[in-house]
């Protein structure tokens, strides 16, 4: 026997057993060493398959643990922009109506500026000052899509 694999005492009393009651067995130490190698053997490959079976689920609950926290932040960081987005976006629809009855089309980077110009200093505006173009345009242009589906449909 090895030092890598101990058969549990269970185990080794039920192959005692066996080599106890057959005559061959017992008379063949040879044949004996063999079937102990071999339940080593079967032993620590099953110990190495439970191993990776574990670390599998382990990283499994892990990364969904990761995705639940992930999602709870978003959820969280949603709330804090929610209501800066609606007034931005009530805004928007206001001054997209108005040039619709002039004839015009009102462009999200139009819009961003005029409301940069007239607005940013009165309204507390949740982005980092040096995102406040990029993330406004991008919510101005995601409005406009929205706005021209709705006028589309009228």
Partial sequence: MT?????????ARK???LIMHNE????????????????????EEAHADWSDLHNTVLDAVIT?????EAKRKALIKDEKYAPFREYFKNLQYK??????KQGKNLSASAFVR?????KAHVVDIPYKNSNWE????QLAQA??????KSSCMM
Avoid: H, V
């Fill in 114 to 118: 005029y409301f940069l110009k007239s």
């Fill in 143 to 148: 409005n406009n899509r929205e706005f021209k």
């Fill in 134 to 137: 990029i993330k406004l345009n």
């Fill in 24 to 43: 061959a067995l017992a008379k063949d130490k040879s044949l004996q060493e063999k079937i102990i190698a071999w339940a080593l053997d079967m032993l």
């Fill in 64 to 68: 969904c643990d990761r995705k639940q």
């Fill in 15 to 17: 192959l005692n057993m």
């Fill in 3 to 11: 030092d890598r694999e101990t058969l549990p005492l269970k185990a």
């Fill in 95 to 100: 001054k997209f109506i108005s040039y619709q």
